[in-house]
């Protein structure tokens, strides 16, 4: 089956032409027990469309949203316990409608404005029961074909839209955690490759610079990675949470003075409590001076390198050599869709691959790039968005929804009950009661419970800000009037 | 809104009142370039419905499996392109339907026997449409609060199915790779709690055992970790891939004299090549006798534990301190559905816990659990299977599909043309051509070619094997019969 250089492909098999006649015992167990595998793994084109149709109910509950704010309900009231028999579909979906959704986020809403969690398109959401029917395996590319084309393809894409160099490859990882996880363990192994043999061996003499508005993930991939928290150097960065360049300068001479030395920068572009993106030229300068990874946490705000008006904020990150972006957040893309888009791909292979024994040999398999194995099909739905919104499409969402951030920025300006504490320089907006008694929570809450509008209350600086993230592009300048009218 | 000791609960938001009168702009950008907001983020029930049975006919493709064998086609087909602007979804889900689907792996199909991935149970498969367009976030209890609570009660269930002590939990991991490599972090911390802020300074003094048919995830894990591949000490398994307790035992006495200790053993329920599985009592009385964490990875056997019949076969599995177990093998659950249970849930945010500041403060996050952040849900769908199958019908798949396994071994054992090498403890058969000059590779194609059975190649001490996992409900007796007759 193998064409050399090429990944296997092998079709959708045609079920064998006297499968009918084989087919009997449509139902296995006992006697007493029968499970209906008609019903479960069907073949018949009316029990699939009866199946799908099940779900649709639900689906118009979440998207149509007839959900009840004023009553929220405990979630204990879902009936956790396991059946000691089969229940019929419709009465599991059934109690999913009554008892589950209401007790459920749902991020479709208008006023679910309190983090980078989106609400996706309804086709690439619904995508995800094809996604799941054919269950893929990105492990090897025998056992997931045309999405291991597609998934090579796309982030080759990717990495172009980033201006990284042609080669500039990478990998998919269920979630940003993970992408930035695995930038840490590359740098890691540019900088010393014996360490994937030997063992971490530098104590705190080689570290990792990074801002102080880093995202949890970095010192958390720190510290897995052997090299313990104190292998993180931590960079001071200004009002808005942007690292601060002359505290990178000053740290990066000073290390060798103490026999010390950085192997690796992480920078941001947006920032998760405000929003705010680095100077990436001038890191990444810094970082080619110094012989340091240059690693951009795009995350979020990525996505801005689809705009036109807005990319110039990442100018710069085609320094990087590595780069984290999420289509799961501002490219409406359901969870998890991440990436790590590498400037040298070859160094993944040669930093995380093992022999998998019980592989056929197809010559290239994401399993060998990544330290997740079996790992589902993300792709398929970034796809989906692709070609359905298309360039101008994206471009389009991206700039509507900043045009939203900088509506609810100038609103705070104007109001009389809150300042702006940090506009970032996304669609993310940090701010806070003038009045010092005022207590956030209590606000959080009245804009909950009066204008159906849910906020953050990250802490920053020591401060418990409110904050809203204006991702959904169905929110309009009336609705974010309205909010902050009180 | 918080309930101390309690996730934090959110309803599903009621769009505000007046949100019909303030939705002008149902298109965003230019006048040049708009975006259908109405089509692609619905409120209306008619166009919901529409969005969905639009993937109707896809699905209908794969599991009426319409595909043809005899001509398999190159995934390079896909358009990959990006296209400048919007597409329609009808077109899009076409050429998905035509061009895309057919490169890719069904594995609804009966014959589609190569792997541990299965096809899932369309209501499981569907409802992933729902999961996704909740988009809920596992990070945070106040971004998933019923997932929250239906993951931590599901989990405490599972734990209690392999009669761990009550309190013990875990976390849902994207992958069995991710919950080994959770696993060995988590036996590195209660070794040594220090290395979390200093760094891995024991060199190879300190080392995971693992039989040399462990699964390529745990040499990774030991890598990554930055305990250097030389910290795992491979002990010898018997012929089919179980770990040979004695060797194990003559290990355990060994290393101390070397100035070297083990402080983890990692038994396996299931290999992956051949499906052995180890003697857990023995290895987890070994474990106490030295004290050593006893990690069990049961990604693919622990569904065993659902069938009295086969449940023996993990007798002492209950002494583990932590188990891998992935419903999205054995449980007909798409992926990703793994699991990290553990006998002492606590360690695991002593262990990888960071200060999140953009959390409100809920008392109980899974992102404290995880070296993931952000986390799809995958609990629903693992909730969904256990309610529509009941215990009973769990039992009924796993003996059925033992039968079949048997029924297959049983098969070869007869053939005149092959010899069976291992039938493991499982449903997976590994076998070969008696004559030694057959290329197990035209075999297979054979197989594929004729009798639309797609088989798997893995190395096994050193020989190429033919393997069959034997997952797939619909399978009959008269379809392996055909299989194996030639």
């Given at each position: 089956?193998?064409v050399?250089?090429?990944?296997?492909?092998?079709?959708i098999?045609?079920?064998?032409?006297?499968?009918?006649?084989?087919?009997?015992?449509?139902?296995?167990?006992?006697?007493?027990?029968?499970?209906?595998?008609d019903?479960?793994f069907?073949?018949?084109?009316?029990?699939?469309?009866?199946?799908?149709?099940?779900?649709?109910?639900?689906?118009?509950?979440?998207?149509?949203?007839?959900?009840?704010?004023?009553?929220p309900?405990?979630?204990?009231?879902?009936?956790?316990?396991?059946?000691?028999?089969?229940?019929?579909?419709?009465?599991?979906?059934?109690?999913?409608?009554?008892?589950?959704?209401?007790?459920?986020?749902?991020?479709?809403?208008?006023?679910?404005?309190?983090?980078?969690?989106?609400?996706?398109?309804?086709?690439?959401?619904?995508?995800?029961?094809?996604?799941?029917?054919?269950?893929?395996?990105?492990l090897?590319?025998?056992?997931?074909?045309?999405?291991?084309?597609?998934?090579?393809?796309?982030?080759?894409?990717?990495?172009?839209?980033?201006?990284?160099?042609?080669?500039?490859?990478?990998?998919?990882?269920?979630?940003?955690?993970?992408?930035?996880?695995?930038?840490?363990l590359?740098?890691?192994?540019?900088?010393?490759?014996?360490?994937?043999?030997?063992?971490?061996?530098?104590g705190?003499?080689?570290?990792?610079?990074?801002?102080?508005?880093?995202?949890?993930?970095?010192?958390?991939?720190?510290?897995?990675l052997?090299?313990?928290?104190?292998?993180?150097?931590?960079?001071?960065?200004?009002?808005?949470?942007?690292?601060?360049?002359?505290?990178?300068?000053?740290?990066?001479?000073?290390?060798?003075?103490?026999?010390?030395?950085?192997?690796?920068?992480?920078?941001?572009?947006?920032?998760?409590?405000?929003?705010?993106?680095?100077d990436?030229s001038?890191?990444?300068?810094?970082?080619?001076e110094?012989?340091?990874?240059?690693?951009?946490?795009?995350?979020?705000?990525?996505?801005?390198?689809?705009?036109?008006?807005?990319?110039?904020?990442?100018?710069?990150?085609?320094?990087a050599?590595?780069?984290?972006?999420?289509?799961?957040?501002w490219?409406?893309?359901?969870?998890?869709?991440?990436?790590?888009?590498?400037r040298?791909?070859?160094?993944?292979?040669?930093?995380?691959?093992?022999?998998m024994?019980?592989?056929?040999?197809?010559?290239f398999?994401?399993?060998?790039?990544?330290?997740?194995?079996?790992?589902?099909?993300d792709?398929?739905?970034?796809w989906?968005?692709?070609?359905?919104?298309?360039?101008?499409?994206?471009?389009?969402?991206?700039?509507?929804?900043?045009?939203?951030?900088?509506?609810?920025?100038?609103?705070?300006?104007?109001?009389?009950?809150?300042?702006?504490?940090?506009?970032?320089?996304?669609?993310?907006?940090?701010?806070?009661?003038?009045?010092?008694?005022?207590?956030?929570?209590?606000?959080?809450?009245?804009?909950?419970?009066?204008?159906?509008?849910?906020?953050?209350?990250?802490?920053?600086?020591?401060?418990?800000?409110?904050?809203?993230?204006?991702?959904?592009?169905?929110?309009t300048?009336?609705?974010i009037?309205?909010?902050?009218?009180?």
């Amino acid at each position: 089956m193998a064409v050399p250089g090429e990944p296997t492909i092998i079709p959708i098999l045609a079920r064998p032409a006297s499968a009918a006649a084989a087919e009997q015992g449509r139902t296995c167990g006992g006697d007493d027990v029968a499970i209906d595998l008609d019903g479960l793994f069907p073949h018949s084109e009316e029990i699939i469309r009866r199946t799908v149709r099940s779900f649709e109910d639900a689906l118009i509950d979440i998207w149509a949203s007839s959900g009840d704010a004023a009553k929220p309900r405990e979630a204990a009231e879902v009936g956790l316990d396991v059946p000691a028999g089969p229940r019929e579909l419709a009465d599991v979906v059934s109690e999913l409608r009554r008892h589950m959704l209401p007790a459920c986020l749902n991020t479709t809403h208008p006023g679910c404005v309190a983090h980078m969690d989106t609400l996706p398109t309804l086709a690439a959401a619904v995508c995800e029961s094809i996604t799941a029917s054919l269950n893929n395996n990105m492990l090897f590319a025998e056992l997931s074909p045309a999405f291991t084309t597609m998934e090579r393809e796309l982030l080759r894409w990717f990495a172009a839209r980033f201006r990284l160099p042609d080669g500039a490859g990478g990998t998919m990882t269920s979630g940003g955690s993970l992408a930035n996880l695995l930038a840490v363990l590359l740098a890691r192994h540019r900088f010393d490759p014996a360490v994937r043999e030997s063992g971490w061996t530098h104590g705190d003499r080689a570290v990792v610079l990074a801002s102080d508005a880093v995202h949890a993930s970095i010192p958390k991939a720190v510290m897995a990675l052997g090299m313990g928290r104190q292998a993180l150097v931590k960079v001071r960065s200004d009002a808005e949470g942007r690292l601060s360049i002359d505290a990178l300068a000053e740290a990066l001479r000073k290390l060798p003075r103490e026999g010390r030395r950085g192997f690796m920068v992480v920078a941001v572009a947006g920032t998760t409590v405000t929003g705010a993106t680095d100077d990436l030229s001038a890191i990444g300068r810094l970082c080619r001076e110094h012989g340091v990874w240059f690693h951009v946490d795009a995350a979020y705000g990525g996505a801005v390198v689809f705009s036109a008006k807005h990319r110039p904020l990442l100018t710069g990150i085609e320094l990087a050599d590595s780069i984290t972006f999420n289509p799961q957040k501002w490219m409406y893309v359901p969870k998890a869709a991440a990436m790590l888009l590498v400037r040298r791909p070859e160094l993944l292979a040669e930093a995380v691959g093992v022999r998998m024994p019980y592989s056929n040999g197809s010559p290239f398999n994401f399993g060998d790039l990544s330290l997740q194995g079996t790992r589902p099909v993300d792709v398929l739905k970034v796809w989906l968005n692709l070609q359905l919104l298309g360039l101008s499409g994206i471009e389009s969402l991206i700039d509507h929804t900043m045009s939203l951030g900088r509506h609810f920025a100038e609103r705070v300006e104007r109001s009389v009950e809150f300042e702006l504490v940090s506009r970032g320089d996304l669609n993310i907006c940090c701010f806070q009661p003038r009045d010092p008694a005022a207590d956030p929570q209590a606000v959080r809450k009245r804009f909950l419970d009066r204008q159906g509008c849910l906020l953050s209350l990250p802490t920053f600086r020591g401060r418990r800000l409110l904050r809203a993230v204006l991702l959904n592009p169905r929110l309009t300048f009336e609705h974010i009037d309205r909010w902050l009218a009180g």
